[in-house]
């Protein structure tokens, strides 16, 4: 039998930073990716422009104010999943360079939609699939290799439903 495709989509705003090699992740406590290392970011809010909702994402999730950043290109994410009673998610992210921050990590306010735990930092070598969103595999995808394809699929994406630690804060 095969299987009727239907698609959610869901846009937002990531910031890649880097500090000695290492990139500064969130923990993710809801959505597809659910108990794994996620890039800080999110979705636009009414009236809300891609760079100002990187701010006010980046700001919510880490404690840190972005002060300098670079548009580094748009990447999409096509994931096989039953997220939001769909068989595929459809991600599309504009990925930002921060370049300068100020402030000092925080642990993230609570509200509703809240979506980070904490951040820390990781560096390739410690993030997989089973760690990891597309987001963060990509990141290190592209800063390894700028003229990586800024499309990737993935099959059979498993939303992790144990409870999620925070650790490196």
Known sequence: ???????????????????????????KKGGPYTNRFDLPGGSLEDFETVPEALDREFQEETGLTVLQKRALGTFEFVVHSDWHRASHLHHIGVFYEIIKTSGERTVPDKFDGQDSIGSSWVSQEQVNPDNASPLVLKAFEYLTDPETTPVMHVEDWIVKQEVASCTGM
């Open 1 to 27: 039998m095969i299987e009727a495709k239907t698609f959610h989509r869901a846009f937002g705003t990531y910031g890649l930073y880097i500090n000695e090699g290492k990139l500064l992740v969130i923990h």
